[in-house]
């Protein structure tokens, strides 16, 4: 079991920044897949950015040129670096993972719980 603890959220002012940090538990081989999702009130869920296993990202519209996703597999960790904030952007943000324990061993999918993120006009 991989479990998922993300942290950095909060509440900013608008055109401030933030940084979430999803930390995976344990030892792992590698992150070879990593996402950010957010879900506003009363709206749907939504992918706000990916990175493969390669490294490539992509990003909503939304949040092109403001927001960057990236991992640390040293750290077992995957980052949302947010800037120029926008109340728009107010939602629970959460990580999702795929994950390989060990090298040629089966990918664990895990969610991290959500964490809050409130940008003030």
């Known amino acids: 079991q991989v479990q998922l603890v993300e942290s950095g959220g909060g509440l900013v002012q608008a055109g401030g920044s933030l940084r979430l940090s999803c930390a995976a538990s344990?030892?792992?081989?590698?992150?070879?897949?990593g996402a950010w999702y957010r879900q506003a009130p009363g709206k749907q869920r939504e992918l706000v950015a990916d990175?493969?296993?390669?490294?490539?990202?992509t990003y909503a519209d939304s949040v092109k040129g403001r927001f960057t996703i990236s991992r640390d597999n040293a750290k077992n960790a995957l980052y949302l670096q947010m800037n120029s904030l926008k109340p728009e952007d107010t939602a629970v943000y959460s990580c999702?993972?795929?994950?390989?324990?060990?090298?040629?061993?089966?990918?664990?999918?895990?969610w991290g719980q959500g964490i809050r993120v409130t940008v003030s006009s």
């Open positions: 999702y993972t795929r994950i390989l324990k060990s090298k040629g061993g089966l990918p664990f999918v895990s």
């Open positions: 344990g030892s792992i081989f590698s992150i070879n897949f």
């Open positions: 990175i493969t296993s390669g490294g490539t990202t």
